[in-house]
């Protein structure tokens, strides 16, 4: 199985709605995966390891703690238990001005 296959499958397991690259849905929570990058290292100019990068956003109608929330946890703990390496969470905020109403995004890469 190849690692977007298997990273979409992991999420799917949280039961939260997934989607790849784009979302279908506006009701939250909702996670969107989507690749980054493609690098392989050579050795005598033959690939030798190949390291996929794969993006997760989780979107939610409130601010999270990043080190505390059980469903964060819980995704960045599947994803390690299946082998892949991830980043540590990051939190990009925005805030309509007109309705006062937060969206909350928090983004981690899996690399694989």
Known sequence: MSSK??????LK????????NESTTSVLPKMVMS??????????NKKHNRYLRYQVMY????????ET????????TLLEERGFITT?????????IDS???SYD???????
């Open 5 to 10: 296959k298997e990273i979409y499958e992991i």
């Open 13 to 20: 397991k949280t039961n939260i709605p997934v989607s790849y």
């Open 35 to 44: 690749f980054v990058s493609n690098v392989s290292s050579r050795l005598s």
């Open 59 to 66: 979107y939610s109608d409130r601010a999270l703690d990043v």
């Open 69 to 76: 929330d059980a469903t964060l946890i819980n995704i960045e």
């Open 88 to 96: 540590d969470w990051m939190e990009i905020t925005d805030i309509d």
């Open 100 to 102: 006062e109403i937060g």
């Open 106 to 112: 928090y983004l981690i890469e899996v690399i694989g």
